[in-house]
Nanobody, 124 residues
């Protein structure tokens, strides 16, 4: 599956953005989907994940209550709604697809396919 992330940009602190990740192919609904981010000089970190049906979601503590992940299997798209953005949210955001979370949706090693990333910059 090929993934194309979009929706990044420059926003002031307290603002919002919605990221989208469009997947190719007809098997999108078979993959657990996740969002990760990587700030300059830092390791890639987990942001959020959603199960195949969208019924289960998982969040990093740093974004819980501010970000919301969702998916539309009819449109082969996963979204990340980001509210109350902070400067520390500045990073390149990547979407990823996993054949199976195997109980660890936050682990990068569980993901089989990655998108190219979209940059989010939050100014103070």
């Amino acid at each position: 599956v090929q993934l194309q992330a979009s929706g990044g940009g420059l926003v002031q602190a307290g603002g919002f953005l919605r990221l989208s990740c469009a997947a190719s192919g007809r098997t999108f609904s078979r993959y657990g989907m996740g969002w990760f981010r990587q700030a300059p000089g830092k390791e890639r970190e987990f942001v959020a994940a959603v199960s195949l049906s969208g019924g289960s979601t998982y969040y990093a503590d740093s974004v819980k209550g501010r970000f919301r992940i969702s998916r539309d299997n009819a449109k082969n798209t996963v979204y990340l709604q980001m509210n109350s953005l902070k400067p520390e949210d500045t990073a390149v955001y990547y979407c990823a697809a996993a054949n199976s979370f195997n109980g660890r949706p936050s682990y990068t090693g569980r993901y089989d396919y990655w998108g190219q990333g979209t940059k989010v910059t939050v100014s103070s």
